[in-house]
């Protein structure tokens, strides 16, 4: 088990160094291509959260699982925008507000802690409910190369030297695999602190999804992306359907 956490781990963190390697390497993306993969992200982690996240912790805690979804709700609120400010995903995004130095190491700063939550929920659900784990994993996954995308963009638009920006996407690697090998030493212990971890993470997903890449989709001049969202809540429909049956 924990080896497959690793792995898993080590995919996403894969997936953000390849969205950063594109800046590094000075590939143009498509926007359309990263607002559809946001737009398909979106769908698929509001899906979970309301489809999966919540009914388990409400299943183990209860009524108090509303507090813990709130606390990470609040919890990413609090350093994503509270602490460094307001934060945009995809390439291009952050030329012409995101150019001194200081905004970008605090731009870095939200997206590691952001990071570290990403590892720290993959690693939550696979090893306490593969199939949840697994679902969590492709949730996250469909976000980690915009994620890329993005660290390098901001960091290109603040003057650094290019090797930075290579850097930062493995920065926030790294802060995905920290969140994975933080929650392998919890192994033991009751079903009350696994609900916990489900609903903080219910509320921390609600936000990436809410609050970060809604709002990013709706501003898209394309009518695609927003319809996509649509298409990611039936991604994930049809995975859970489809993983039940041979997990």
Known sequence: MV????????????AEVFGGSIIYFGRSWPRRVQETLMALGAGFILALVFLKLI?????????????????????????EH????????????????????????????????HAFLDGFSISVGLQFNHL???????????????EGLTIGSIVLAAGYPKKKILLSA????????????????FRQVNENLIGMAFAFTAGVATYVGASDLI?????????????VVFAGMLLFYLSDRILEKLL
Do not use: Q, W
Not at 3 to 14: D, I, P, T
Not at 173 to 184: D, E, F, P
């Open 55 to 79: 009914p388990e912790s409400i299943r183990t805690l209860g009524e108090s699982a509303a507090l813990y979804c709130l606390i990470g709700f609040a919890t990413i609120h609090f350093f």
């Open 170 to 185: 493995v920065g926030l690697a790294a802060a995905t695999m920290l969140g994975v090998c933080t929650v392998l030493g």
């Open 215 to 227: 709002p990013e989709i709706n501003k898209s001049k394309d009518r695609i992306p927003p319809l």
């Open 132 to 146: 949840v784990g697994v679902l969590i994993f492709v949730a996250v996954l469909l976000h980690k190369f915009p």
């Open 3 to 14: 080896l497959e956490v690793l792995l898993f781990g080590l995919a996403a963190a894969v």
């Open 82 to 113: 509270a602490i460094v400010g307001h934060l945009h995903f995809g390439e291009e995004t952050h030329s012409d507000v995101m150019v001194s130095r200081t905004a970008s190491i605090s731009a870095f700063s939200g997206l590691f802690i």
